[in-house]
């Protein structure tokens, strides 16, 4: 029998897992999820959701999401798990071991005493498989999580400063990792400051009329070419390869491609938001062609409310390193060198992204470093004994945390985003309230930018065995509600068809598909005040 290692990482928005052969350290095969399980489209809603539903559920949801990705990796194939490393943020990772995670919500020390919470220790741990009854792997399987750096700080924050090469530079540097929420630390001599920002699912390509995760299929770019735009689009191999020729104001295809397009991905976004900047085809906050709608290949097109959830990701990004700057005491226009991690991080044009100021505008050079919290994950499975590396350099760094919420600057910059985005605020004017605010200087993006791309997939090593994704992922629950008429009006009412009924009256749900506490829109709907989210939350997911 093989024996075999398994590397997960746990994403905001989804989940990604390698099996590693122990006898050559070798990927085997790679597996992703197509969204999280749990309710809700970022951390702060999957925080919600633990809180509400119960972290049992929640944590319940995410062994059975976890389940069906090592099912897929090791296809039935002989194959003994011998070592599970686990690497993700701090909400994902409490979830996961299913320890406290109020501390989480409730930032302050004084709450938190109010709430008798106390954090649990979020260090390094190494466990066997037997403490996780659900999870299916063998029960002497050794588990290993990397520590968070501090209480805000995760592990996945760590990963991205040992493994971006960020902690190498002595230039000014921002190493940010592009997701739903974006990690980012900004290195000032021996001082760090990390911070972690709420962008959205904008650019994981989700909240996007015909939005997907970077997976085959999805436009990833957008080249200028012969009077038109050549659509890239992500192949099996996820190497972005020649789509459709089109133009983008009226939609004719003037040249067709070698693939065929799914959806959009969150570089792709970038790509259509900086080009229609460029060509005057976009005049924020509208879209300057006939139809409204920018035409890209296969019938994809990004409309205005596109835009503006676009414009909402980009603008707190661009509010979260403006706020860096402003806690080092430095303008934006001091830091040289960015990071770009994850794997909108990995896909983007680099010089797109400039553009369009989710890196700061005045760098001089840019590294393109892939998935940093799966690398890390990859290591503990080769090494296990890197824990004890790893715990030792989250102790001596000298990092502090901005918390983005209480923050006056990030709230006045992202204010001044939103109006600039949504709105169309003009730049002049962003620049005299940015001025009257005292936030550092933001200056217009340099044009002569160097970027070195050290890898071609945000996954770097796919394995022989290629990538899988799921499409349907952790758990769907059906409860017959006591007193529900059968109206269907909470069927009709669900804005992401999450939902189902049948004969009986029975209700099921798409845990993966429901946008959690933020949205209720069943519950309030109900005919007969019935549905009650976190009943049924509780009862599917026990
Ligand atoms: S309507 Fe209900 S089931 Fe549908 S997304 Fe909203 S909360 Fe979830
Ligand atoms: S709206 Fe209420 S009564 Fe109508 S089907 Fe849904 S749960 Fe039942």
């Not at 990397?146 to 990963?159: M, Q, R, S, T």
């Not at 296990?384 to 989250?394: M, R, S």
């Not at 109006?419 to 169309?424: D, F, I, K, L, V």
């Not at 309030?524 to 939350?537: A, N, P, Y």
Request: aromatic share 4%; proline share 4%; net charge negative.
């Amino acid at each position: 029998m093989k024996r075999a290692g398994i590397a997960l990482d746990l994403g905001t928005s989804g989940f990604r897992g390698q099996t590693i052969d122990l006898s050559t350290n070798q990927v085997i095969a790679t597996v992703i999820t197509v969204r999280h399980p749990l309710p809700g489209a970022n951390v702060i809603d999957h925080l919600n959701f633990a809180i509400e539903a119960g972290k049992d559920v929640a944590h319940n949801i995410i062994i059975a999401a976890i389940n069906q990705v090592i099912d897929l990796l090791l296809k039935a194939e002989k194959i003994k798990v011998e070592r599970l490393a686990v690497c993700g943020n701090p909400i994902q990772l409490s979830l996961f071991e299913n320890i406290e995670i109020r501390d989480l919500a409730y930032a302050g020390e004084k709450k938190q005493q109010q709430l008798g919470l106390v954090p649990p220790d979020r260090g390094s741990k190494e466990y066997r498989g037997e403490c996780f009854p659900l999870l299916q792997v063998p029960p002497d399987c050794l588990i290993l999580i990397p520590p968070a750096v501090k209480h805000e700080i995760g592990a996945d924050a760590l990963a991205l400063l040992v493994l971006s090469g960020i902690l190498e530079q002595d230039k000014i540097s921002l190493a940010t990792d592009y997701g739903t929420n974006a990690e980012m630390a900004l290195k000032v001599k021996d001082r760090i400051i990390t911070g972690s920002c709420a962008a959205g699912p904008a650019l994981e390509g989700q909240h996007i009329s015909r939005g997907m995760l970077a997976a085959p299929g999805a436009i990833a770019d957008l080249l200028p070419e012969d009077g038109g735009h050549r659509c890239m689009i992500l192949n099996e191999d996820m190497i972005p390869m020649e789509g459709d020729l089109v133009q983008l104001d009226n939609g004719a295809v003037l040249a067709g491609g070698i693939l065929r397009a799914r959806g959009i991905t969150g570089t792709g976004v970038i790509a259509v938001v900086s080009r229609g900047l460029e060509t005057g085809l976009v005049k924020l906050p509208q879209i300057n062609t006939a139809s409204t709608y920018l035409n890209l290949a296969d019938e994809i097109r990004f409309g205005e409310d596109d835009l503006q959830e676009a414009g909402k990701a980009m603008g707190a990004i661009r509010a979260g390193y403006i706020t860096l700057a402003g806690e080092a005491g430095i303008s934006t226009d001091d830091i040289e060198v960015a990071f770009m991690a994850g794997a909108s991080g990995t896909y983007v044009d680099a010089r797109k992204a400039l553009k369009v100021g989710t890196v700061p505008p005045k760098v001089k050079e840019i590294f393109q470093v892939g998935n940093t919290s799966l690398i890390l994950a990859r290591m503990l499975v080769q090494e296990p004994e890197k824990l004890v590396f790893l715990e030792n350099k989250a102790r001596k760094l000298q990092a502090s945390h901005c918390m983005f919420a209480n923050s006056k600057v990030f709230e006045r910059a992202y204010l001044l985003e939103i109006s600039y985005w949504t709105e169309g605020m003009p730049w002049e004017q962003y620049e005299k309230f940015a001025a009257m605010y005292r936030l550092p200087h933001l200056s217009l993006p340099r044009e002569n930018v160097q970027v070195t791309k050290k890898v071609m997939r945000d996954i770097s090593d796919l394995g022989p065995g290629g990538m899988k994704s799921i499409e349907k992922v952790g758990i769907e629950g059906r409860w017959i509600m006591e007193g529900c008429s059968g109206c269907g009006r909470c069927i009709e009412e669900c804005p992401e068809e999450a939902l189902l009924i049948d004969a009986e009256n029975g209700i099921t749900m798409r845990m993966d598909r429901c946008s959690g506490t933020a949205c209720r829109r069943c519950e309030h709907v109900c005919s007969e005040k019935v549905f009650h989210l976190s009943e049924f939350w509780r009862k599917v997911g026990a």
